[in-house]
């Protein structure tokens, strides 16, 4: 029944999919992007012969990244994404009413016309007025932009190759906080602690040099293949266990994941990570 499709990762480990159908196959001028429809998980977006997303587990990573951020910054008025070209983690962050401005910055607009027309259930927050999509390079974004601060910033890139490649470098991290406010937090995916611990380890650094709490978080996204991933809440100031309860209360309810107990949960960090970041 069908094809299969493998991602290998490092040559050593291989994650395989059966396909139903290809739904969509074509080069922008950055990377590959396919869309296939699968058995276990829907469908999936492929970036470059990596999974991307896909329907069955998005939100595991979606509100993971977005969540703790947006439940415990001072203010989220003002809010920046950067990457997130399926729109999760837009729709995450226009879920909060007190958003009063999204900005998205995405290099490529094909993976947006793409994810628009094949996975309508991932980002279905495309019209909100809320939202400003800028198909621009983010790293020169944080680098020169005069915009006003931000008081939320989300880092939903890809793994580090090809244009995603950049947005691991310690120059970018620099220019997100230059963009970020005083009080303001920021969060991104910081890859596996399993298979791709040196390059967790080496986020972590980075980021210590310029920002006074740094704190991974773990959680599953079998799509991965890892079994477990990371996230990393970033801030001068304030506590990524202090959440607003009231913020987090009102949309926990049209939650997949998050909630206030796995908030608290995922901070936890078994004692491999601790002693490889040596805490």
């Known amino acids: ?7 290998t990762l490092d040559d ?87 958003v009063k401005d999204c900005v998205m910055v995405e290099i490529d607009e094909m993976v947006v016309d793409v ?39 989300l880092l939903d890139g890809t793994d580090p190759v090809g244009p995603g490649a950049v947005l691991f470098d310690e120059s970018f991290y620099a220019g997100c906080k230059r963009m970020l406010a005083p009080e303001g937090v920021m969060a991104l995916q910081s890859e596996s602690p399993l298979l791709m611990m040196d390059l967790f380890v080496q986020t972590q650094h980075r980021l210590r040099s310029l920002f006074s709490e740094v704190h991974p978080y773990l959680g599953p996204v079998p799509l991965y293949g890892t079994g477990i991933w990371s996230w ?14 009231e913020r987090q209360e009102a949309i926990v309810e049209g939650s997949k994941a998050y909630n206030e107990e796995l908030h608290q949960a995922v901070f936890a960090l078994p004692n491999y990570v601790k002693r490889a970041l040596k805490l």
């Open 115 to 153: 994810s628009k027309e094949y996975l309508p259930g991932i980002g279905t927050a495309w019209n909100d007025p809320r939202l400003d999509i800028r198909f621009i390079d983010g790293h020169e974004y944080v680098k020169r932009s005069t915009d006003e601060k931000y008081d939320v910033i």
């Open 232 to 245: 990393t809440w970033c801030s001068d100031t304030g506590e990524p266990l202090r959440a607003i309860r």
């Open 1 to 7: 029944m069908g094809l299969w499709y493998d991602e």
């Open 12 to 98: 050593h480990t291989r994650l395989g999919l059966r396909v139903k159908e290809t739904l969509f196959s074509g080069r922008s001028s950055y990377q590959d992007i396919e869309v296939i429809d699968t058995v276990g998980f829907g469908r999936v977006l492929i970036i470059d012969k990596v999974f991307m997303t896909s329907e069955y587990d998005e939100f595991l990573y979606h509100e993971m990244l977005a969540q703790p951020a947006l439940s415990t910054a001072p203010n989220i008025a003002r809010v920046l994404v950067i990457g997130g070209g399926d729109g999760g983690t837009v729709r995450e962050v226009l879920r909060h009413p007190d």
